[in-house]
């Protein structure tokens, strides 16, 4: 929770987006105005630690999603 108040996660979010580098924001616990101004209006996984296997599953998704749609993309996955 504390990650994302964090000035090291904002550097990396930003330094992502610079390079042009996809990422997938996992969050925990944060209201809608706590959210880094770089990922704002974009999608995140919301982290659930009663059950972290549905995170981990919508990670999955989100991968696959990215390989159908990206040629090149996790090519050894």
């Known amino acids: 929770m504390h990650g994302?108040?964090?000035e090291w996660v904002r550097k990396e979010i930003t330094m992502a987006k610079t390079l042009g580098k996809k990422f997938i924001p996992v969050v925990q616990n944060v209201a809608?105005?706590?959210?880094p101004?770089?990922?704002?209006?974009?999608?995140?996984i919301p982290y659930n630690i009663?059950?972290?296997t549905e995170t981990i599953?919508?990670?999955?998704?989100?991968?696959?999603?990215?390989?159908?749609?990206?040629?090149?993309?996790?090519?050894?996955?």
Do not use: H, T, V
């Open 4 to 6: 994302i108040r964090s």
């Open 32 to 35: 809608k105005s706590e959210i």
């Open 37 to 44: 101004e770089p990922l704002k209006g974009k999608e995140y």
């Open 50 to 52: 009663d059950d972290p």
């Open 57 to 77: 599953m919508k990670i999955a998704l989100q991968l696959r999603e990215l390989k159908r749609n990206d040629i090149g993309f996790a090519k050894n996955c």
